[in-house]
């Protein structure tokens, strides 16, 4: 069966297993599996731009934000702004008495950003991050990661399955293959943001 969507998933999901008594539990590892995607996987097809204004000490994090990879600011020049801690980040506003300026650094605060110095008017800026997998929920639904990587849902989502499926030695071929496949997307992504090593010719 050729997976393309959710349900096409699902249905592929409960032929492997080959258990009727599943099926409506078959949704929990296909979400479980997500959240395993989002906290583990790093590709290049994740990476999103999005404007940020840029006036005040905080501000939030895009809704789909999985980690930052720079933080530009429309100055003159334009300005890309450096990740500090937090406890960095305090230290040098204490030291000037959180006096308002252009913005030269950045830290995560829980789902804000945090800028220091104070922006002391408003600026227009883009944040360059990786955004979470798109959930599925309707059959109809997909996401960049099962239309090119159909492998690491069903895998993922059959690893999930082990509370259910006790001792069944399949669980450990399905754990194998995720893994496998995860190692290659991160192969992929590095091929793509840094373009594969140079090969010396023979002559």
């Known amino acids: 069966m050729t997976i393309t969507n959710f349900g096409t998933l699902k249905t592929a999901i409960a032929d492997t297993l080959n258990r009727d008594d599943l099926t409506s539990v078959i949704p929990t590892f296909v979400s479980l599996a997500q959240a395993q ?12 731009r999005g404007s940020l204004t ?3 000490q905080f501000e ?17 020049p334009i300005r890309v702004l450096t990740q500090i801690s937090m406890d960095d980040l305090t230290r040098y506003r204490t030291a000037i008495d959180n006096t308002t300026d252009a913005p030269v650094y ?3 605060n829980g789902t804000d950003i945090e800028l220091f110095p104070t922006p002391s008017t408003s600026y227009t800026g883009e944040i360059t991050y990786y955004a ?11 996401n960049w990661l099962l239309t090119n990587n159909p492998d690491i849902y069903l895998y993922g989502s059959l690893v999930h399955t082990a509370p259910y499926l006790k001792d069944d ?11 496998q496949a995860m190692d290659e997307i991160e192969d992929e992504t590095a091929a793509a943001r840094f373009g594969s090593p140079l090969r010396m010719r023979m002559r």
């Open 106 to 108: 950045f830290a995560h």
């Open 132 to 142: 979470k997998v798109t959930a599925l929920s309707a059959d109809a639904d997909t």
């Open 60 to 76: 939030a994090l895009p809704a789909d934000w999985l980690e930052t990879i720079r933080i530009t600011m429309d100055a003159s």
């Open 37 to 48: 995607f989002n906290r583990k996987i790093r590709s290049h097809r994740q990476i999103t």
């Open 169 to 179: 030695a399949r669980i450990a071929l399905w754990a194998g293959l995720l893994a």
């Open 54 to 56: 840029i006036d005040a």
